[in-house]
């Protein structure tokens, strides 16, 4: 065979074998993309119910005697709100803001259930925040393990600064990971009144010394969201995690001898415990700037379950109890 043709049959072969690659290589990218809308489906299908909250009116049911700025009350059943006051004015939201954080983690822990019991491993900033007289709640060490469901409990429970802190470095690897991940499941549910500058809620400025605090942002940052924006948030948590109602529930919880009091005090047997109620939830926050603020998730015998937050309240205990008895005649269950 001529030299020419052994080329021509070699160039031949070449292209035979490059289009099978080549139309491999296609098959795959187009199975990935495949794999890649089904996953977007079916994370959609999750995330319909946020969007459909933002736009839902909100009626303006009159409520007297409440102290908190911006207040609302959402039935989880009908899918209605029932009561509003200012439900999208922006506002600062304290610790309410780990809820964020529980719900990744949870999240996280639902493919990864044998996490739970994972040991999370305390580092110097961690630790110096748990010594500090207005950010610490229960004091560390450095290099000390404490497990994912210890720091978990402690932030839900007892609202800790440094284990919801320490649960988001070892979720997303680092403090400012974490952060970006929480802004990015903000702005997913579009949640419009939500920035996050830290995972436990307090001020930029007040991390400065334990060096969590984001170093682009002005000191004077804090984390602002809306009622609207919290209903969203805890409605997402309830559905898609309940038993994060099992962890709300708790009276206290004790770790390393250290036995820290549930900050709920609507809870059954709690202060402000009213049976009629049935507050099994949720989240506490309090800063200088946020005043009390309250996320209170309830079930009341034969009601719907229902969703209540008060912001900027001077009683928020008192503020939800108001809200409660004003709107449980609408949510009974009429199967009943």
């Known amino acids: 065979?001529?030299?020419?043709?052994?080329?021509?049959?070699?160039?031949?072969?070449?292209?035979?074998?490059g289009g099978l690659t080549l139309s491999t290589r296609i098959v795959r990218e187009e199975a990935t993309v495949l794999k890649s809308i089904k996953a977007i489906k079916k994370a959609s299908k999750v995330d319909t119910r946020p969007f459909a909250l933002r736009n839902v009116t909100v009626p303006n049911l009159k409520i007297n005697g409440l102290t908190a700025t911006t207040s609302i009350a959402y039935d989880t059943v009908t899918n209605r709100y029932l009561y509003g006051d200012q439900p999208d004015k922006k506002m600062y939201n304290a610790s309410t803001t780990k809820l964020m954080v529980l719900y990744l983690a949870l999240k996280y822990l639902q493919t990864h259930p044998h996490e739970w019991s994972a040991k999370v491993t305390i580092n110097g900033s961690v630790a110096k925040m748990s010594r500090s007289y207005y950010a610490g709640e229960l004091p560390m060490v450095k290099g000390e393990k404490l497990t994912v469901r210890q720091l978990f409990d402690n932030a839900l429970v007892a609202s800790s600064n440094e284990s919801i802190t320490a649960l988001g470095i070892w979720l997303a690897g680092s403090n400012r990971l974490m952060i970006e991940q929480m802004n990015q499941q903000a702005v997913k549910w579009h949640l419009k009144q939500t920035k996050y500058y830290s995972v436990s809620g307090l001020d930029n400025v007040d991390l400065v010394p334990f060096g969590l605090n984001i170093l682009k942002a002005k000191s004077t940052k804090k984390n602002t969201s809306s009622a609207r924006d919290l209903v969203?948030?805890?409605?997402?948590?309830?559905?898609?995690?309940?038993?994060?109602?099992?962890?709300?529930?708790?009276?206290?919880?004790?770790?390393?001898?250290?036995?820290?009091?549930?900050?709920?005090?609507?809870l059954k047997g709690e202060v402000y415990g009213n049976p009629k109620f049935g507050v099994d939830g949720l989240k506490t926050g309090t800063t200088p700037a946020a005043g009390e603020v309250f996320v209170a998730t309830a079930q009341a015998k034969n009601h719907h379950r229902v969703i209540t937050v008060v912001m900027h309240s001077t009683n928020r205990f008192v503020d939800t109890s108001k809200i409660l008895a004003k709107i449980y005649p609408l949510t009974q269950d009429k199967d009943v």
């Not at 805890?234 to 559905?239: E, F, G, P, R, V």
């Not at 009276?251 to 250290?258: E, L, V």
């Open 1 to 17: 065979m001529k030299k020419s043709s052994r080329v021509l049959w070699v160039s031949l072969i070449l292209c035979i074998i």
């Open 232 to 266: 969203v948030l805890a409605d997402q948590l309830i559905t898609q995690y309940p038993v994060i109602l099992k962890h709300a529930q708790l009276k206290n919880t004790t770790t390393k001898g250290f036995t820290l009091p549930t900050t709920n005090q609507m």
